[in-house]
């Protein structure tokens, strides 16, 4: 399937990417356009927008983009979940609110520099969230 977001890619739009890629859609192709651009481009090619304003995949009440996802295909994973809190304060300006937002702030702020390519700077940071997942598949397991 196709997906498409806002270019300029920070915390949720690399976050939602690797979540959809490892979770719901194995073969997703992403697209990113001008935030004025995603529903007009969504409509001509079909594909499923997210993290835009006023589309389903976005932000809910305190939700960010990657929790209405979760929410959307109901994923239960305990990892994916702690996953999601990570990215919901990181995304939505409330650091403090988690231990490890910050430093998910400071890696999206790592990477766009770094990586000012929004395809280049997604695939290389599902690296990052590929070994928070596993981080937080072992925090799970102690519990």
């Known amino acids: 399937m196709k997906w498409i977001t806002r270019a300029h890619v920070h915390v949720d739009r690399v976050a ?14 992403f697209s990113f356009v001008a935030k004025g651009l995603v529903e007009e481009e969504a409509k001509k090619t079909g594909a499923i927008p997210f993290d835009a304003p006023g589309v389903e995949l976005g932000h809910r009440g305190d939700d960010c983009s990657f929790v209405s996802i979760v929410k ?24 403090e609110s988690n231990p490890y937002a910050p430093g ?11 990586h000012p390519d929004d ?11 590929d070994a928070l997942y596993a981080f937080f598949k072992l925090k799970a397991a102690k519990k």
């Open 72 to 95: 959307k295909y109901e994923l239960k994973d305990p990892a994916l979940l702690m996953l999601a809190e990570v990215v919901n304060a990181a995304d939505t300006d409330r650091l």
């Open 119 to 129: 395809f280049e700077n997604v695939e290389a940071q599902f690296e990052v969230y």
């Open 16 to 29: 939602c990417p690797w979540l959809i890629r490892r979770f719901i859609d194995a073969e997703a192709e």
């Open 104 to 114: 998910l702030e400071a890696i999206a702020q790592g990477y766009s520099i770094r």
